[in-house]
């Protein structure tokens, strides 16, 4: 897979349309002329936002040994399209890692999975409820973990936690891969002290900035009890929500934030990127690097950390993973 240097590709995903999970696109290209040479052969462990928002979540994670998607809410034609475009295609992928069960992050699994045989890795009563509720029927290959364990898939570190969202048992996860390190939170009514704990050491964050609050209040299209369960504790984070999560970080190593999962009605990038410059201006921080993903957007890929060169030397092989199969 070529390496290519953050900001020096953009794709979009335009003349869509926009029904949930089901997705019409006509690509178009644009590559931009800065991408930096001295990067394109080091190794390197990356992110790259596929998409993310309300109708639909994924993630790719990379490193020269492994890819490996964290959920995947697209459908299953978007997730190929938008993996071929990073030089992915479905066959390398070694694992999913499902954040939780809700439709906007499982969407295409049952076709891509199944086609390519790619491992789902996740705790029981996800898989549990995928399988029970038809979602994931059909799928064979499972790699179930225990909630707030740690494993490696390839040479990728996995660390595992719980969020409180209305879900079975939603995650989120610290990724270590060479010099790097990611935290990913997404769909969580608000953060714990043990998910800050978790995060405390994190270069590169990606966290959800689903609403504006006053947007959310407005928005005459949502009944009052789904706003209630939106903004509730097992809900969404607001964008100051958010913006004050990543304050509580600033202490650590934290140098980039992906803001995700926006509310198709009741935010906007501009609003939730406006929110968190704000915030980390108010507390003197000015030189983070600030993203937001979209959901018709493939973002640049954002290099994550160097890794070892050489080939890599597996440390065990799925040891305490209890195959479904
Ligand atoms: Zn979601
Ligand atoms: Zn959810």
Redesign the pocket.
């Given at each position: 897979m070529p390496i290519i240097a953050a900001n020096s590709i953009a794709i979009r995903f335009i003349d869509e349309t926009v029904t949930d999970y089901n997705f019409r696109a006509d690509l178009s290209i644009f590559i931009c002329a800065n991408s930096n040479r001295a990067n394109n052969f080091r190794p390197v462990f990356s992110l790259t936002m596929l998409g993310s928002g309300?109708a639909g979540?994924s993630a790719l994670l990379a490193t020269n040994h492994c890819k490996v998607l964290v959920d995947g809410g697209l459908s299953a034609r978007q997730l190929a399209l938008r993996l071929e475009h990073c030089g992915v295609t479905p066959e390398q992928l070694d694992g999913v890692l499902l954040t939780h069960e809700?439709g906007?992050?499982v969407f295409g699994l049952e076709v891509l999975c199944r086609k390519f045989d790619v491992p789902i890795y996740c705790n029981r009563l996800t898989a549990e409820t995928l399988r029970c509720t038809g979602l994931l029927g059909q799928i064979r290959n499972w790699r179930i973990f225990e909630t707030g364990s740690e494993f490696s898939i390839c040479d990728i570190a996995v660390q595992t936690f719980p969020v409180p969202h209305d879900a079975v048992d939603p995650l989120g996860f610290v990724f270590h891969a060479g010099s790097g390190s990611l935290g990913f939170i997404?769909?969580l009514g608000y953060v714990t002290k043990l998910i800050v704990e978790r995060l405390r050491h994190v270069q590169t964050l990606v966290i959800e900035t689903n609403h504006d609050e006053k947007l959310l209040q407005n928005d005459t299209h949502r009944p009052w009890p789904v706003k209630q369960r939106i903004q509730s504790r097992h809900g969404h984070l607001s964008n100051s929500a958010a913006a004050g999560v990543i304050e509580e970080l600033l202490p650590g190593r934290i140098d980039r934030v992906v803001l995700g999962?926006l509310s198709r009605d009741c935010n906007t990038p501009t609003l939730a990127l406006e929110t968190v410059r704000a915030s980390l201006a108010k507390c003197g921080k000015l030189d983070m690097e600030i993203h937001c993903a979209t959901q018709f957007e493939i973002t640049p890929q954002f290099r994550i950390g160097e890794t070892e060169p050489g080939p890599f030397q597996p440390t065990f092989e799925n040891a305490f993973f209890q195959n479904a199969r």
């Open positions: 309300s979540n809700h906007d992050h997404t769909d999962h």
